[in-house]
């Protein structure tokens, strides 16, 4: 059907299918209020197509494979055999349940879903381009908007993604077959995650860090479990240069990378033979194409949109949520700014006031975060104590073979509230939740350390870090 010059009228309308679009679809719809979601290219944006699920589903599924050939210890002998078109099937499978689900979801709350490309015409209107030749494209009259248009890779000088041996995460993730050698750009989360599923895999990785350590931003204590492990693994790090060029090898056999030295000295280049390369430096914010000046909507100089509290843009009836909107750049703040978003267009008094927005890496160990870190509270003012308590001294844990790393509890000293914690061991991520719901709620470490966990379970070791803050742990020794 072509589609040309036609205006419909919607309240809201939202660009962008992502978490923190299709949220806010879903949130608005239950509000009662008439949603327009426009999607350039697959329900469930990044997140589910091409990053958090399909990340995780590998990451799993070659843990499994790991695992299950390194459980000598258990008494267990195996050797297991990779098929990676069945495993990238599976994950495929994950993939399309959890994005056909989005789309089921959105028609249930009676939300229209629109598939093209959106730009702004003026401050109520926006034009949405289908794609294919003679689909055309119409135009959407809209009260309120919500951009959500996410993020996509940094491309850095002489890497482009069109260059075959050249990838994205996007496209790591998408290979159907497994490399023999990978040089990977950046040791940030992404370039650790994927490191760790293509040694799994039996590819040999190299890891060009410009800086000097694996993950900035995080504390070393929590990195060193993780860097142990990779190393473990045969993982290679080289800190301390930036890729610059790659050129096909001369014997045609796969090619070389050459990496500057990151300060001005002497060193000589780097130079790495590999069968490809893979670029995690970072993500930008997708808010260059869509004509934001013409709607009255500002960004900062790196591109993210300026939104106050209640998520509201320059433009007082223009909203963003999500990558657009800025750090930190993770799905589940997408989605909570999405709602937010949603609600204070239907006229409800939401904010985003939340006191800690967790972060996971799905590293081996894991590593979680939530609240502040000790040297945070302390920049802040606060006096501190902090408990803390080894994975090796957890029943449940030695029971499951990982037992490296602890969970780190920091509280104020004069009251004990709970400000923040760190964890870096098995189920990180899923420890975590109870420490963001200890910090939302204000609870104490008394309120933590009294709350009776079940055994044998990993969660006990939340339990007895606040103990250990309190100085009455039961399997560690007390400072
Ligand atoms: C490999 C990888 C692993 C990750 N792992 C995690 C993780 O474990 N946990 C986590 O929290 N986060 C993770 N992330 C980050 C997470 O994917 C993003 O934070 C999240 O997807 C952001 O959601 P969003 O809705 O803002 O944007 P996106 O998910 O990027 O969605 C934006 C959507 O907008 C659409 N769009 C853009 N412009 C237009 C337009 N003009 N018109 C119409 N549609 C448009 C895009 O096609 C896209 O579908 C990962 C990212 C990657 C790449």
Same mark, same amino acid.
């Given at each position: 059907?072509?589609?040309?010059?036609?205006?419909?009228?919607?309240?809201?309308?939202?660009?962008?299918?992502?978490?923190?679009?299709?949220?806010?679809?879903?949130?608005?719809?239950? !509000?009662? #209020?008439?949603?327009?979601?426009?999607?350039?290219?697959?329900?469930?944006?990044?997140?589910?197509?091409?990053?958090?699920?399909?990340?995780?589903?590998?990451i799993t599924a070659t843990d499994i494979a790991h695992e299950a050939g390194n459980a000598e210890a258990m008494g267990i002998h195996a050797d297991p055999a990779i098929d990676l078109a069945g495993m990238v099937e599976w994950k495929d499978g994950v993939v399309d349940q959890l994005t056909s689900g989005v789309e089921k979801l959105?028609?249930? +709350?009676?939300?229209?879903?629109?598939?093209?490309?959106?730009?702004?015409?003026?401050?109520?209107?926006?034009?949405?381009?289908?794609?294919?030749?003679?689909?055309?494209?119409?135009?959407?009259?809209?009260? +309120?908007?919500?951009?959500?248009?996410?993020?996509?890779?940094?491309?850095?000088?002489?890497?482009?993604?069109?260059?075959?041996?050249?990838? +994205?995460?996007?496209?790591a993730l998408a290979l159907d077959s497994v490399p023999d050698s990978l040089v990977i750009v950046g040791a940030g989360y992404i370039g650790m995650e994927l490191a760790?599923?293509? %040694?799994?895999?039996?590819?040999?990785?190299?890891?060009?860090?410009? #800086?000097?350590?694996?993950?900035?931003?995080?504390?070393?204590?929590?990195?060193?479990?993780?860097?142990?492990?990779?190393?473990? !693994?045969?993982?290679?790090?080289?800190?301390?240069?930036?890729?610059?060029?790659?050129?096909?090898?001369?014997?045609?056999?796969?090619?070389?990378?050459?990496?500057?030295?990151?300060?001005?000295?002497?060193?000589?280049?780097?130079? #790495?033979?590999?069968?490809?390369?893979?670029?995690?430096?970072?993500?930008?914010?997708?808010?260059?194409? #869509?004509?934001?000046?013409?709607?009255?909507?500002?960004?900062?100089?790196? $591109?993210?949109?300026?939104?106050?509290?209640?998520?509201?843009?320059? %433009?007082?009836?223009?909203?963003?949520?999500?990558?657009?909107?800025?750090?930190?750049?993770?799905?589940?703040? $997408?989605?909570?700014?999405?709602k937010v978003a949603a609600e204070v267009i239907a006229g409800e008094p939401s904010a985003i006031d939340n006191q800690a927005i967790p972060a996971v890496v799905f590293t081996t160990p894991e590593i979680a975060t939530v609240g502040l870190t000790e040297s945070e509270a302390e920049a802040d003012g606060f006096e501190t104590v902090v408990g803390t308590f080894p994975f090796r001294a957890s029943g449940r844990a030695l029971t499951t073979g990982e037992s490296d790393g602890f969970v780190k509890i920091v509280a104020?000293?004069?009251?004990?509230y709970v400000l923040g914690a760190s964890i870096v061991g098995p189920e990180a991520s899923e420890l975590v939740a109870e420490l963001g719901l200890a910090v939302e709620l204000g609870a104490t470490l008394e309120d933590v350390a009294s709350t009776v966990h079940a055994h044998p379970t990993l969660s006990e070791s939340v339990m007895e870090a606040a103990e250990n803050a309190l100085g009455h742990a039961i399997h560690t020794l007390n400072r």
């Open positions: 059907m072509v589609v040309g010059d036609v205006t419909t009228g919607t309240d809201v309308l939202i660009i962008g299918a992502g978490p923190a679009g299709y949220v806010a679809a879903i949130r608005a719809g239950q !509000l009662d #209020l008439d949603v327009t979601l426009v999607e350039k290219d697959a329900y469930g944006g990044t997140c589910l197509n091409y990053g958090c699920i399909p990340s995780k589903a590998l959105c028609k249930a +709350n009676q939300v229209t879903l629109l598939e093209g490309t959106a730009t702004f015409d003026d401050e109520h209107t926006a034009r949405v381009s289908h794609s294919g030749e003679g689909q055309g494209s119409e135009t959407l009259e809209f009260e +309120n908007a919500i951009v959500a248009t996410g993020s996509r890779p940094i491309e850095i000088p002489n890497f482009e993604y069109d260059d075959e041996p050249v990838l +994205n995460s996007r496209q760790g599923v293509f %040694a799994k895999l039996g590819t040999d990785v190299t890891v060009i860090e410009m #800086l000097d350590s694996i993950m900035p931003g995080y504390d070393d204590d929590l990195k060193r479990p993780v860097k142990k492990h990779a190393i473990e !693994l045969g993982i290679e790090f080289e800190f301390g240069y930036a890729a610059s060029e790659w050129h096909d090898r001369d014997d045609g056999d796969g090619i070389r990378v050459i990496a500057e030295p990151a300060a001005d000295d002497e060193t000589t280049p780097l130079e #790495l033979d590999a069968e490809m390369v893979l670029v995690a430096v970072g993500r930008q914010p997708v808010s260059d194409t #869509l004509a934001l000046e013409d709607a009255g909507i500002e960004t900062d100089d790196r $591109g993210f949109i300026e939104t106050d509290s209640r998520g509201r843009t320059s %433009a007082e009836h223009i909203f963003a949520a999500g990558d657009v909107a800025g750090e930190p750049m993770l799905a589940h703040k $997408g989605s909570m700014e999405g104020e000293e004069s009251d004990g």
